[in-house]
């Protein structure tokens, strides 16, 4: 019988202050340059791979088990010492500090999904005008950055990543006029009417590889590629591109990105349509609209886009 198994932790919330400050090379469709990351917030999985703790599930033996609770406690204490800018980094040095603790430990991934926290705006009472806290911060509770983190023991011992998976997960982004959906395929089950100018809107998540996954773990500023940035390049091109489908637009999407940073070798998309149901127009402006919150099911749309 053959077996494979893993087990770890999940969702450990972890809150870092005073990390290294992360900076980066900017780009014409974004006017972030790099975050202070007085606080660096994260929720943090990490699964443990390989057939080390099959005696756990075939006879109970817990003896090379290490407890959840521990790994919990372990991600705690050991970003403490974590002096990278990126969650990419982050994660990779938990990841490498438990293969180092725990030699029985196979290999395993590491996962996290940022939580982020923006400084609050307040009066300068020098200018008049109005600056960035330094100790105030307002929770965010849109997208946000993702990243997963493989790591294994070579024949020589060394620990490295075999992958890294950056990403901006739960955009949300509504353009009222610049879209259309026609001339598609009908028959005797189709009864949505073709519309030449629509609103759209669309939730997305977007993946992205590097060719060389150390550049998110020990950042060069000239080539890492913050998920801002991503998600700044996205909502300029939607703002400015006539599309023809949602897939036309991640389409769009990916070629801008691949062009922008050629230092990525994939980039990847997951959508959805949410357009809202429409339920009163004006009489007398047809721009004026009311609209609703539309009934699933939902469109889902994918795409991946690999350099040759």
Same mark, same amino acid.
Request: proline content about 5%; charged content about 25%; cysteine-free.
């Given at each position: 019988?053959?077996?494979?198994?893993?087990?770890?932790?999940?969702?450990?919330?972890?809150?870092?202050?005073?990390?290294?400050?992360?900076?980066?090379?900017?780009?014409?469709?974004?006017?972030?340059?790099?975050?202070?990351?007085?606080?660096?917030?994260?929720?943090?999985?990490?699964?443990?791979?390989?057939?080390?703790?099959?005696?756990?599930?075939?006879?109970?033996?817990?003896?090379?088990?290490?407890?959840?609770?521990?790994?919990?406690?372990?991600?705690?204490?050991?970003?403490?010492?974590?002096?990278?800018?990126?969650?990419?980094?982050?994660?990779?040095?938990?990841?490498?500090?438990?293969?180092?603790?725990?030699?029985?430990?196979?290999?395993?991934?590491?996962?996290?999904?940022?939580?982020?926290?923006?400084?609050?705006?307040?009066?300068?009472?020098?200018?008049?005008?109005?600056? &960035?806290?330094? $100790?105030?911060?307002?929770?965010? #509770?849109?997208? +946000?950055?993702?990243?997963?983190? *493989? =790591?294994? /023991?070579?024949?020589?011992?060394?620990?490295?990543?075999?992958?890294?998976?950056?990403?901006?997960?739960?955009?949300?982004?509504?353009?009222?006029?610049?879209?259309?959906?026609?001339?598609?395929?009908?028959?005797?089950?189709?009864?949505?009417?073709?519309?030449?100018?629509?609103?759209?809107?669309?939730?997305?998540?977007?993946?992205?590889?590097?060719?060389?996954?150390?550049?998110?773990?020990?950042?060069?500023?000239?080539?890492?590629?913050?998920?801002?940035?991503?998600?700044?390049?996205?909502?300029?091109?939607? &703002?400015?591109? $006539?599309?023809?489908?949602?897939? #036309?637009?991640? +389409?769009?999407?990916?070629?801008? *990105? =691949?062009? /922008?940073?050629?230092?990525?070798?994939?980039?990847?998309?997951?959508?959805?349509?949410?357009?809202?149901?429409?339920?009163?127009?004006?009489?007398?402006?047809?721009?004026?609209?009311?609209?609703?919150?539309?009934?699933?099911?939902?469109?889902?749309?994918?795409?991946?886009?690999?350099?040759?």
């Amino acid at each position: 019988m053959k077996t494979e198994i893993h087990y770890g932790k999940a969702a450990v919330s972890t809150y870092r202050t005073y990390a290294t400050p992360l900076r980066v090379t900017p780009i014409p469709e974004s006017p972030f340059t790099g975050r202070e990351n007085i606080i660096m917030g994260a929720a943090i999985d990490v699964r443990v791979l390989g057939e080390s703790f099959l005696a756990a599930y075939t006879g109970g033996d817990n003896r090379l088990v290490v407890a959840t609770d521990t790994m919990k406690n372990f991600i705690h204490r050991e970003s403490l010492a974590f002096d990278g800018p990126t969650l990419e980094g982050w994660l990779f040095f938990i990841g490498r500090r438990f293969l180092e603790t725990y030699p029985h430990m196979e290999r395993l991934e590491m996962s996290g999904r940022e939580a982020p926290f923006l400084a609050a705006r307040v009066p300068d009472g020098d200018s008049g005008g109005w600056r &960035d806290s330094a $100790v105030l911060f307002d929770r965010g #509770h849109g997208d +946000h950055g993702t990243a997963v983190v *493989a =790591l294994d /023991r070579t024949g020589d011992g060394a620990i490295v990543a075999t992958e890294v998976h950056s990403g901006r997960a739960d955009l949300e982004m509504i353009k009222v006029s610049g879209s259309s959906f026609a001339q598609f395929a009908r028959d005797a089950y189709t009864t949505l009417p073709e519309r030449t100018d629509r609103p759209l809107y669309v939730h997305l998540d977007i993946g992205w590889r590097y060719a060389d996954p150390m550049i998110a773990i020990t950042p060069d500023a000239a080539r890492y590629v913050a998920s801002e940035q991503v998600a700044d390049l996205a909502a300029t091109v939607f &703002d400015g591109f $006539v599309s023809l489908s949602i897939q #036309h637009l991640v +389409h769009e999407i990916g070629q801008r *990105a =691949l062009a /922008r940073w050629p230092q990525l070798t994939e980039i990847s998309f997951e959508a959805q349509n949410r357009l809202w149901d429409l339920s009163h127009t004006s009489d007398s402006d047809e721009r004026v609209k009311v609209y609703t919150d539309p009934r699933p099911p939902f469109g889902r749309i994918g795409l991946v886009l690999r350099r040759d």
